[in-house]
């Protein structure tokens, strides 16, 4: 009887799911905003989700970024690259979904196509 009890905790051992943990990702992200964005499972030494933002020194454009991270990647750096210094703030958090996915909102995006139908409109005269 106790090997019957044994084997059945065994295989009720093997039927249990590890369930992993969920972020954001984004694929696609201008001027913050998130255009394409969706969630993903992590793999299980990625026990974390972030958010983080490189800023350049310079005239360039922040890259923004979401997904999956393990606790030893949670962690700001910065260096230089071709005479460019970046600065890279990421932020972790440790449960489902909580890196908030940001969508692109109406008005930003009517104000997106606005500002292109002008500059396109100056063009045609």
């Given amino acids: 009887m106790n090997k019957f009890l044994w ?3 065994a295989l009720l051992a093997l039927c249990v799911t590890v369930r992993s943990l969920s ?3 984004c ?3 201008v001027l913050g905003y998130c255009l394409h964005d969706k969630h993903i499972n ?3 030494n990625q026990t974390s989700c972030f958010t983080a933002v490189a800023k350049f020194s310079g005239d360039l ?3 923004h970024e979401k997904g999956c991270a393990e606790v030893t990647q949670c962690s700001n750096t910065s260096g230089h690259i071709l005479n460019v210094n970046y600065t890279i703030t990421r932020t972790c958090c440790g449960s489902d979904l909580c890196n908030s996915a940001t969508s692109i909102e109406l008005p930003v995006t009517a104000t997106l196509f606005a500002a292109l139908a002008a500059v396109w ?3 045609a005269l």
């Fill in 42 to 44: 992590c793999i299980s």
């Fill in 27 to 29: 694929d696609v992200a």
């Fill in 61 to 63: 454009l922040d890259i």
């Fill in 7 to 9: 084997s059945c905790a």
């Fill in 23 to 25: 972020c954001y990702t």
């Fill in 121 to 123: 409109s100056q063009w």
